[in-house]
């Protein structure tokens, strides 16, 4: 992985790379080691909630159950933020949830790529959330969906300071929502990556006092996957949650 | 490629990702939405509903077992009663038949008695009649034997002898 010339470079996980070559007039469209890893995501989320329904059995297979649980994890999650109005968006939210679910899991696997650990894949996600949320809002409450920037109940004097904050962290929401995603992927990948440099360094250090010690660092990256696998699962549910409680707020405003 | 620290950064690829991620995410969403998704609710639908009617069913065999129960119960009951009614009917006969027994008895006792006492009776004047005599023969034969015979005498004892014995 550390490349041949001077010190292992973390970051080069993220590296992309292409493998299909694709131009489309001016534009790059090559498919590369992210889009791989996206129609991997895809066809394992199809897989598994189209392909492991053997029958109609009362009791179901094991594979058939992830995918239940998860049709029910999801339409929970829907049915609590969002309500009844919710289900129309239940089929985006759910397929939001895997995608960034598996893309996040299929990273945890080593020599993998990690779709969500780019700024750009998270912030498209984010950016069509945020104008489609704000659509809806619009189209269910016209012109009216503005008092969402109007808070209730406070000093007129106060009012156009508040409505600037408001609008402003209704703005920032896409940037928080992918920043969130990405940051919290690449960091956990970069600190395996490096801590991983550290056990192959201190084992291969040829120094019988700190060749040892490199048990640390394993142990370490060890116990730090564990987190990173709960991470990976906690920033899909943040992710998805967050997008019910956008998509509550423009439906039931507040 | 990697001259930049960070390789989300480099723009290069940005199109390709957005192009791959739309792509992939619009067959996901179709495949999703018009067959797993419904497929999947139409699963667990069916379920709940053979569980629900399974629940229902075992629901009607309680309660129908409780019937039997009730039934059951009720027949031992009856069964008791009944037992019971036949116990004092058959104790009131018994009780009946030994009040008859012991009358008959008493009865049949006290005619023996009465026929004894009667007899007794008679023998028992027969043995003092006789005893008047035997007391005068034997008096009479001392009184002979000593003093001679003496048809005075001979009266007179007997009328004492009478009336001792009357005594």
Redesign the interface.
């Known amino acids: 992985m550390a490349e041949k010339s001077g010190a292992p470079?973390p970051?080069?996980q993220?590296?992309?790379v292409e493998l299909v070559e694709?131009k489309l007039f001016d534009?790059?469209?090559?498919?590369?080691n992210?889009?791989l890893f996206?129609?991997f995501?895809?066809a394992l989320?199809?897989l598994l909630?189209?392909f492991t329904?053997n029958g109609?059995g009362?009791v179901?297979t094991r594979l058939?159950s992830i995918?239940?649980l998860s049709?029910?994890f999801v339409g929970k999650m829907v049915r609590d933020n969002v309500g009844d109005e919710g289900q129309r968006y239940?089929?985006?939210i759910?397929?939001l949830f895997?995608?960034v679910l598996f893309c996040n899991m299929l990273g945890m696997i080593p020599y993998t790529f990690t779709?969500t650990?780019?700024?750009?894949?998270t912030f498209?996600?984010a950016i069509v959330i945020f104008f489609g949320v704000t659509v809806i809002g619009f189209v269910m409450h016209g012109i009216s969906f503005l008092k969402f920037f109007v808070p209730s109940g406070v000093p007129k004097a106060l009012l156009p300071l508040l409505v600037v904050i408001e609008v402003i962290s209704y703005l920032t929401r896409p940037v928080s929502l992918s920043v969130r995603l990405?940051a919290n992927m690449?960091a956990g990948h970069t600190m395996l990556k490096v801590f991983g440099f550290f056990v192959a360094g201190m084992f291969f250090s040829g120094n019988l006092f700190i060749a040892p010690l490199g048990v640390a660092p394993l142990l370490f990256i060890t116990a730090f996957t564990g987190l990173e696998i709960l991470v990976a699962f906690l920033q899909a549910y943040v992710f998805a949650i967050l997008t019910c409680i956008y998509l509550n707020d423009a439906i039931h405003m507040h | 490629?990697?001259e930049s620290?960070?390789?989300?950064?480099?723009t290069?690829?940005?199109?390709?990702?957005?192009?791959?991620?739309?792509i992939?995410?619009i067959?996901?969403?179709i495949?999703?939405?018009k067959?797993?998704?419904p497929?999947?609710?139409?699963?667990?639908e069916?379920?709940e509903d053979?569980?629900a009617r399974d629940v229902e069913e075992a629901e009607n065999f309680k309660k129908e077992s409780e019937i039997t129960e009730q039934g059951y119960l009720q027949s031992i009951k009856e069964a008791q009663e009944k037992a019971s009614q036949y116990l004092s009917n058959s104790r009131n006969k018994l009780n009946l038949l030994i009040e008859e027994e012991n009358n008959d008895f008493e009865k049949s006792s006290r005619e023996l008695m009465q026929k004894f006492e009667t007899e007794l009776e008679k023998k028992k004047s027969a043995v003092l009649a006789d005893s008047e005599q035997i007391a005068y023969d034997v008096s009479n034969d001392i009184i002979s034997r000593v003093f001679g015979e003496n048809p005075l005498v001979k009266d007179t004892l007997k009328d004492n002898i009478k009336s001792m014995v009357k005594r």
Not at chain 1, 117 to 121: A, E, K, M, N
């Open positions: 470079d970051m080069h993220f590296e992309i694709f534009l790059n469209l090559s498919f590369t992210s889009s996206m129609v995501s895809v989320i199809i909630t189209l329904f109609r009362t179901p058939q995918a239940e049709y029910e239940f089929p985006f759910f397929c895997m995608f779709v650990s780019h700024i750009i894949v498209a996600l990405f690449m | 490629m990697s620290g960070m390789p989300q950064l480099n290069e690829y940005f199109a390709s990702q957005i192009f791959w991620l739309v992939s995410f067959i996901l969403y495949v999703m939405a067959y797993a998704l497929k999947i609710a139409n699963v667990i069916t379920r053979i569980i």
